[in-house]
């Protein structure tokens, strides 16, 4: 089985870091913008393929984290990562 109880919390500390305020370099949004798209897609498939794991990143403040990466409209392909991770 996989031990999802020991990655989301990680994935969603990824999805928090860092804050959109700090995004706003050129040199931030390169390094740091695939890594919170990737992470947003790992929580996703986790939540596709084990329904289970929704609670685990509801009791780990998955939510908040979706929520504020919803409000980033310069980068769409977050946004829309989160909307659907919501869903």
């Given at each position: ?19 959109i ?7 931030s ?5 695939p890594?919170?798209v990737?992470?947003?897609m790992c929580?996703?498939n ?9 609670s685990t ?20 392909d ?10």
């Amino acid at each position: 089985i996989f031990p999802t109880n020991q990655f989301v919390p990680i994935l969603i500390n990824l999805v928090n870091w860092p804050p959109i305020t700090s995004l706003s370099s050129e040199i931030s949004r390169k390094f740091f913008w695939p890594i919170l798209v990737f992470a947003c897609m790992c929580l996703n498939n986790l939540m596709d393929i084990f329904p289970n794991t929704c609670s685990t990143i509801i009791n780990n403040n998955g939510i908040q984290a979706f929520s504020s990466r919803i409000q980033s409209f310069d980068f769409i392909d977050l946004a829309e990562s989160s909307i659907k991770a919501l869903e």
